[in-house]
């Protein structure tokens, strides 16, 4: 064969791999489920699934909330789908993970394994995984029957539910309470909203408003709730060796004066 003729099968063999590459990408598929809303593809990237908040695997639920999504995507094809930022703190993938038309996501909420959380206040699916999230507690649904998340709905005010200061806070780990005191330092990141009970807020008691929930607020709930005695209904949960109640609804506060 001539050498030209060689050097154009060699370019034509080229061609061909490059396009083949370019049009047959890896296919991604879940090769382990780390906790309830992060999962590991076999090409080693980890993904955090979007809007959507399961208990840790060393929390009450964890395993469960685990378990479940394992069911749905562990050894399965996934398909991801970009909103927003593109990685978290951690370098994780940021992501709508689907399984053919399943949205896991979607259904981690609306079987009440995960609760909805880290959407902004603008994110067109806000309102419909809130709903979600509404019908799957109404239901008791997964997680719900074992009172592991915070209530939207079910708030129970009456009925001897315990009322105790925020400085007992720690006392109430994983109980549901209502918690009294006066407001005294505030702080709104536009990602999450803190109500302080102390200026030494890093080691006490904290009410916490996400985003996803701004728009059920008065507007600038920093201002409106500072210097207001109140109190708070919820679980106490541990973050960060302190206690804090997350704040879903404006009905989770009284203003007492």
């Known amino acids: 064969m001539p050498m030209h ?14 396009n083949t590459c370019i049009q047959q990408p890896q296919a991604l598929s879940c090769v382990a489920v780390l906790d309830g ?16 908040d399961a208990p840790g695997l060393f929390e009450p639920g964890g395993d469960i909330a ?30 709508y993970v689907y399984v053919d038309s399943m949205c896991v996501n979607e259904e981690m909420v609306k079987n009440g394994y995960s609760e909805v959380r880290y959407l902004s206040k ?27 998340f915070q209530p939207r709905v079910d708030l129970k005010w009456e009925g001897g539910i315990p009322v105790i200061s925020w400085r007992e806070a720690d006392q109430y780990y994983g109980c549901y309470v209502i918690v009294e005191g ?28 996400f985003a996803c929930d701004f728009p059920d607020f008065p507007e600038s709930p920093e201002k409106y709730y500072l210097g207001r005695k109140v ?5 106490i949960r541990e973050y960060r060796g302190k206690p804090e109640i997350i704040v879903k609804t404006p009905d989770q506060i009284k203003i007492l004066e």
Do not use: H
Not at 9 to 14: D, E, G, K, N, S
Not at 67 to 95: F, I, N, P
Not at 122 to 148: C, F, H, M, S
């Open 5 to 18: 003729n060689r050097s154009s099968l060699f370019v034509v063999l080229i061609v061909v791999v490059v």
């Open 122 to 148: 603008d994110d067109p699916n806000r309102e419909y995984y809130i709903q979600l999230e509404i019908e799957a507690e109404t239901k008791k649904a997964g997680l719900w029957r074992l009172g592991v």
């Open 37 to 52: 809303d992060t999962i590991e593809l076999n090409n080693g990237e980890s993904v955090r699934l979007i809007g959507i």
């Open 231 to 235: 109190q708070i209904i919820g679980f």
């Open 182 to 209: 006066l407001i005294m330092d505030t702080y709104n990141s536009g990602e999450v909203c803190f109500l302080n009970f102390d200026p030494e807020w890093q080691q006490y008691f904290t009410a916490v408003i």
């Open 66 to 95: 685990r378990d479940y999504l394992s069911c749905l995507v562990l050894g399965k094809k996934v398909v991801l789908v970009t909103q927003g930022e593109d990685r978290d703190a951690y370098d994780r993938l940021l992501r």
